[in-house]
């Protein structure tokens, strides 16, 4: 398991235009030097901003977002994430999206739907957890609103397996009104999994008129800051986040012989 750069890109989303929002997202991927990261994560629904009233807004599970996210990780070599408004078969999902250089990917349908803005009403609930392998680091995509449910997001340890996972990585769009939770559960959330967090949020005005602040953030494993991420800002930011600082602080403060056990039911 070797250190891992990790860019974060904060943005401002273009409402309901996938073509000018794909157009965008290429240009600042093309001024991030080769070699530099090995993974980019872009915000919630980068392709629309976050609707939730016009499942016309969705795109095939295959179609021109997802293809673009495949050509631009084989062209910059590193994977490219975040989450797309999809329509598969008959459900409509908020789902993130892993892409690696060589076509293979991974996705994640978001469990929890914001009722308060009316997504369960026409999105359908993911039901499973994913953990992407890669690069000797275990890796446990959420999005937006699952950050909330510390059960949904519980790490797990056994002598055996190690940890579930060791970067939590959170796609949103996650308004300015409510930037204090944001922040705070992006902290508590990396404090009680013994784990690093990437949190990424865009900035702006939505169709909605909603603003949004960011405050996107890279957390490790004491709660601590690892980044200088200005809120309200177009901003690209790569972190390289250190195994040695994560294993050793696990070995040293084992809170994970105390952890509580049990098992999701659903």
């Known amino acids: 398991m070797q250190d891992l750069n990790v860019t974060i890109i904060q943005s401002d989303l273009h409402w309901a235009n996938p073509e000018s929002n794909i157009k965008m997202f290429d240009n600042k991927i093309d001024s991030i030097k080769s070699n530099t ?69 991974y996705y994640y349908d978001k469990n929890h739907l914001f009722s308060f803005a009316g997504e369960h009403k026409r999105l359908t609930a993911g039901k499973n957890k994913i953990i992407i392998e890669f690069k000797g680091w275990r890796i446990f995509p959420v999005i937006c609103y ?7 997001c519980k790490n797990n340890y056994s002598e055996e397996k190690g940890f579930d996972y060791d970067l939590m990585i959170v796609v949103a769009s996650w308004p300015e009104a409510r930037s204090h939770p944001w922040k705070t559960l992006l902290m508590a959330r990396a404090i009680e999994n013994v784990c690093y967090v990437a949190g990424v949020n865009r900035v702006g005005t939505d169709g909605y008129d909603l603003k949004y602040s960011g405050d ?18 177009n901003i690209i930011e790569t972190t390289k986040l250190s195994r040695k600082d994560l294993f050793d602080f696990r070995n040293t403060f084992r809170v994970c012989d105390d952890w509580d056990k049990f098992k999701i039911i659903q």
């Open 146 to 152: 699952d950050l909330r449910f510390p059960v949904w």
């Open 37 to 105: 990261t090995d993974i980019i994560i872009l915000p919630e629904m980068f392709n629309t901003g976050f609707i939730t009233d016009s499942v016309k807004q969705a795109e095939e599970m295959y179609g021109k977002s997802f293809e673009w996210m495949k050509k631009k990780a084989s062209e910059k070599d590193c994977i490219i994430s975040g989450s797309l408004f999809i329509k598969d078969g008959t459900d409509y999902l908020n789902r993130f999206i892993w892409m690696q250089p060589d076509g293979k990917f």
């Open 216 to 233: 996107s953030a890279f957390i490790d494993q004491k709660g601590n800051h690892i980044s200088d991420i200005e809120p309200s800002e």
